[in-house]
């Protein structure tokens, strides 16, 4: 946003090259040049992330959606090898270049051991020899008019290294040295080059992060720094800048002061080095060289003070260990900092699709009828799986968690060890639901650490649930933190007797592929070269997909699939199943406590461990004074004695009604309860609230009107015309509540 009085950067009469913008940061940089007046080439492959195949629609839509908004732009899709091809559609159309991007980029990830001289070999050609043709066909135009901006795109992957991609941190590291050297040979001309490393969303990560984090990290966050920096008022050069999410930083070398471990005219030692280790290694008082020759003029500082030195002297430090500050782990948990963290409330907007892909992602299917309510969004009985509520709650761990201060720890270690899920009210087939997480607290396990993630899930002002995610933190152990805490959602052993009912379902082999579907992108479950850095043979299932296996293993046995009945579920999750393999739940009844262990049936190891289910009782039972909280209701009783007549022939009243009747009872004006009678699912039953599913008649009087209408004293039709008794849905199936309250209520 411009302020008052500031003038808005230019780029009328320029020409801007952007190597693989048909998308992403590349797209993001080829719109807002075009936008500030720049003519714009748009070069893009048109490949896939692995540098294979190609396509021009990538670079035309860029182009046309520049046209449109009536800016200028070619298209060009050669690859960046071909460099001068390139330049050549710049002048071409333009007669001249001013400006070059280094965008394009593709991936090959591998662990060092499993790369290949092709995977080395392509991602040096597209990234540092791509970027090296290109602007080697640039430089010498940039030199004749004495003007010229260059950015090149490193990675934090070059700065600080990452598992799986040697080949793509060695090139991107290498663009670095290439801008610093271009920036020095380039200034006498005017031609300035910088360096970015940005985080954003692009065809190379949208695979694998979620996109709350996506969204977060968009490319338009940017692209502002690029613009600035290929400015011709901007006169940075040979630096490097982290970029994302609306922050920059600048990077620059540190050096420690070091120290001197050789004494004139003596041999130098291993041993003098190791004696002088801290002080080669302490930061404090550090140096920060700019160039080339500020570090070559430092070490022969150092090497004109030997003549002075008559022996090494010990540090005064050394023997000693700085304390670390209380609650800080030195691999990256400050307790402090982080306990007690409320974390960016997440949204989750869906319609009737996803809660329909949940379910066939943890295995339902068509095959079986009682499946169908799950499946078809135009069943009577349309429902969420109840399992469904931790897919809201997943962006709180897969977005925010990143952003807690006090929990600087590799992701890469982080492994998803437990999960709670306890329901509050019925999940909506579809509509917007918000979640907020809180570092409910972190324990040292001594070989990592256990964050305990809670996260509240609401539907406007509603609670509808909540989930308790317990993360394991391989090697962020150590601190001396507490090993347990009084906020974890306990493990229960199941009893030491035989199942009492076992229940198995085949996975797909797409079984992952399908799941994944619900937001979780990890390629863990899906490429088999990323499964391999984990250790696996092959990708793995979802640990919550196994659990939504088991929960409606026992939904299906001990609730009919009654999703009413569901209120809370905890796993442990104790090994992985491979797609294809078969889940076995194993199940022991304990009155509402449903135990269960899941297994993998072709190796009979054990996948869920500690688990359990808790279902609701399904009848309500009046307080044995007969009052409740809003003070004593006559109608309390009369529901209480219809409870009971329903558990007895509540079989062949659903045959004779197949109607479901919500209650609104009135007390002073106002709500006092609701009660549903639900003669339409199952063997029938009543329950204290609102219809779980759709009532075909709600009625709403007071509670001395209900017990007048019973007795008699008060006619229906009166009480409807005369404004005592309000009837909504099908008023016709009223005429069956006959048979319930007249010859079942009895007082």
Request: net charge positive; proline share 4%; hydrophobic share 40%.
């Amino acid at each position: 946003m411009l302020g008052s009085g500031q003038v808005p950067l230019r780029f009328d009469g320029k020409v801007a090259l952007v190597t693989g913008a048909g998308g992403g940061l590349g797209r993001a940089y080829a719109l807002v040049f075009a936008e500030r007046g720049a003519s714009v080439v748009v070069n893009d492959l048109g490949g896939n992330i692995k540098g294979e195949g190609k396509s021009s629609s990538a670079a035309d839509r860029v182009v046309e959606e520049i046209r449109a908004k009536g800016g200028k732009a070619v298209p060009n899709y050669d690859s960046v090898e071909e460099g001068e091809k390139i330049v050549q559609t710049a002048l071409d159309a333009y007669g001249r270049i001013d400006i070059v991007v280094n965008n394009a980029g593709i991936l090959r990830d591998r662990s060092f051991a499993r790369t290949s001289d092709l995977d080395w070999d392509l991602i040096q050609r597209v990234h540092l020899r791509g970027s090296f043709k290109v602007t080697r066909a640039a430089w010498n135009h940039m030199r004749n008019q004495k003007y010229g901006r260059i950015i090149m795109t490193a990675s934090s992957s070059g700065i600080y290294g990452n598992f799986g991609q040697a080949n793509y941190s060695a090139a991107k590291l290498g663009l670095l040295g290439l801008s610093n050297t271009l920036a020095i040979e380039g200034q006498k001309y005017n031609i300035q080059c910088n360096t970015i490393a940005p985080t954003a969303g692009s065809r190379m990560t949208q695979t694998i992060l979620p996109q709350e984090l996506l969204d977060i990290l968009k490319p338009e966050f940017v692209a502002p720094l690029v613009i600035w920096l290929c400015h011709e008022s901007c006169q940075e050069n040979g630096s490097l800048f982290e970029v994302g999410a609306g922050w920059i930083g600048k990077l620059r070398w540190e050096r420690t002061l070091g120290a001197i471990v050789r004494q004139k005219d003596q041999q130098m030692t291993p041993e003098a080095v190791r004696d002088n280790w801290e002080r080669i290694c302490d930061f404090e008082n550090a140096t920060k060289p700019k160039s080339n020759r500020e570090s070559v003029s430092s070490l022969y500082e150092v090497l004109n003070k030997l003549d002075a030195e008559r022996g090494v002297s010990a540090n005064p430090t050394s023997g000693t260990t700085r304390a670390s500050t209380s609650g800080i782990n030195p691999v990256g948990v400050n307790l402090a900092e982080a306990v007690g963290k409320k974390m960016p409330v997440t949204e989750y907007t869906y319609t009737n699709l996803q809660p329909i892909l949940y379910a066939l992602g943890i295995g339902m299917t068509t095959k079986d009828p009682n499946h169908l309510k799950f499946l078809f969004e135009r069943n009577e009985e349309f429902s969420c799986l109840p399992t469904f509520g931790v897919i809201p709650a997943q962006a709180s761990m897969n977005g925010t968690l990143a952003l807690v201060p006090g929990l600087n720890i590799d992701f890469t270690k982080v492994l998803h060890g437990e999960q709670y899920l306890e329901l509050y009210k019925l999940l909506p087939t579809s509509g917007t639901l918000k979640s907020e997480g809180t570092i409910a607290d972190i324990l040292d396990k001594g070989s990592g650490a256990v964050i305990l993630l809670d996260v509240h899930t609401y539907n406007e002002r509603d609670l509808v649930c909540y989930n308790q995610f317990s993360i394991f933190v391989v090697g962020a152990g150590g601190f001396g933190g507490k090993r347990t805490s009084d906020k974890v959602k306990v493990m229960m052993n199941p009893p030491n007797r035989p199942p009492d009912a076992m229940m198995s379902d085949v996975t797909s082999v797409d079984q992952a592929a399908l799941y994944r579907l619900n937001g979780d992108w990890n390629p863990l479950h899906i490429d088999p070269n990323f499964a391999a850095f984990g250790g696996f043979k092959k990708p793995i299932l979802h640990g919550l997909c196994s659990m939504g296996f088991a929960a409606r293993h026992v939904l299906k046995q001990y609730a009919n699939n009654d999703v009413t009945k569901f209120k809370a579920i905890k796993v442990r999750f104790a090994k992985p199943v491979i797609p294809g393999q078969t889940i076995e739940t194993e199940m022991w009844k304990d009155g509402n406590l449903i135990h269960l262990q899941a297994k993998v049936k072709e190796s009979n190891e054990v996948v869920l461990a500690g688990a359990y289910v808790v279902l609701e009782e399904p009848v309500y039972k009046p307080k044995t004074n007969g009052t409740s909280m809003r003070g004593e209701l006559q109608s309390d009783l009369v529901f209480a004695e219809i409870s009971r007549r329903i558990k007895d022939v509540g079989k062949e009243m659903v045959k004779k009604v197949n109607a479901i009747f919500q209650w609104d009872i009135t007390k002073d004006g106002k709500t006092a309860a609701q009660w549903t009678i639900d003669l339409k699912n199952g063997s029938g039953e009543l329950y204290k609230g609102a219809a779980r599913h759709r009532a075909d008649t709600v009625f709403a009087l007071s509670d001395e009107d209900f017990m007048q209408l019973l007795s008699g004293k008060l006619d229906p039709q009166k009480a409807f015309f005369g404004g005592k008794m309000k009837v909504m849905g099908n008023i016709m199936l009223s005429q069956k509540l006959e048979m319930i309250l007249k010859d079942y209520a009895k007082l």
